[in-house]
Nanobody, 117 residues
Framework: QAQFVESGGALVQAGGSLRLSCKAQ???????????MGWYRQAPGKQRELVAT???????NYAESVKGRFTMSRDSARKTVYLQMNSLKPEDTAVYYC????????WGQGTQVTVSS
């Protein structure tokens, strides 16, 4: 089954930027290209929430809390999705995951983003 490997998380000061990556392993290219992919996050003590989605045609949508600050993109050749996060806030602190929004698969380990004030 497909597996997602997230990376790029770090400790950063408020106002800073990070770029997260998520590579889809064991997923054939055509499946990846047709998938609506999503970035999610889970803060301590809270439920996992959807942050952004992107279609195969690269149309992206964002949660209100990150709109204007985060940008999701994808690279079909690398079977990788990215999340560019700017103007980070302490409330963005969470473990970030990617998954297939159009039919959830197994979750990866995620990548920790910590924003200090």
């Amino acid at each position: 089954q497909a597996q997602f490997v997230e990376s790029g998380g770090a400790l950063v000061q408020a106002g800073g930027s990070l770029r997260l990556s998520c590579k889809a392993q064991r997923m054939i290219t055509s499946t990846f290209n047709s998938a609506i992919m999503g970035w999610y996050r889970q803060a301590p003590g809270k439920q996992r929430e959807l942050v952004a989605t992107i279609t195969g045609g690269r149309d992206a949508n964002y949660a209100e809390s990150v709109k204007g600050r985060f940008t999701m993109s994808r690279d079909s050749a690398r079977k990788t999705v990215y999340l560019q996060m700017n103007s980070l806030k302490p409330e963005d602190t969470a473990v970030y995951y990617c998954n297939r929004y159009s039919g959830e698969l197994s979750w990866g380990q995620g990548t920790q983003v910590t924003v200090s004030s």
